[in-house]
């Protein structure tokens, strides 16, 4: 789908996009859920479907697959931060979408939650990774919603946001690898255009030329 192919689809259901963002927020803030240094969630929701709306051209494979993604966007994190049960997504979804777009939704939003974990690396290990591969446009979401994550932790100069950066940017190779399937369905891509961006916020010119031949075929 061409960039502005994708900008009149998205014009074209904006109402639509605009009840299910003002959904999202609403939810994350009946359960006082904040972001970073005391913003309301909905930041953080707004961050990661700019991502979508920016590079969702490389992926979206047809009109009928454009608001499952906003949707997947803005509710990736309601059932790990927001108390949905995967039954709960769904019937949200079926109030605004088919049947059909309702499922595509939930399973982006259920393959982006993270598994039960004390640690950082037992909350996102290989099941979680393998539930992202398998999930049409789930690896694209979570790419943008780590790129939302890493532009609000490089954007500040406090211990704790430079402590996140130096995470993201050890992951960083881990991270790519795992939830890219290498897939001939544009659903599955992981565009090369959104990883030379994350390489340019994270890591030196030397080590970015690296990145980008080692996955310049993505």
Partial sequence: MTRDEFKSFEEKYGLTIE??????????????????????????????????????????ACENDLLPLFFGGFFHDSIEDARLSYNDVMKRAKKILTDDQALMATEIVYALTNDK???????????????????????????????????????????????????????????LASINPHSTDIRFFVPGEMIEALAEILISDLEREEISREWKQI
């Fill in 19 to 60: 009840f299910i963002r003002h959904e999202a927020h609403e939810l994350h803030q009946s359960v006082n859920q904040i972001y970073g240094d005391n913003l309301p969630y909905g930041f953080h929701l707004d961050m990661v479907v700019e991502m979508i709306s920016k590079y969702g051209h490389h992926v979206c």
């Fill in 117 to 175: 974990g004390r640690t950082r690396s037992e909350r996102a290990g290989e099941k979680y990774y393998q539930g992202i591969r398998e999930t049409p446009y789930a690896p694209f979401v979570k790419l943008c919603d780590r790129m939302a994550n890493v532009s609000y932790s490089c954007s500040d100069d406090n211990d704790e946001e430079n402590r996140m950066k130096k995470v993201y940017k050890n992951e960083m190779h881990h991270f």
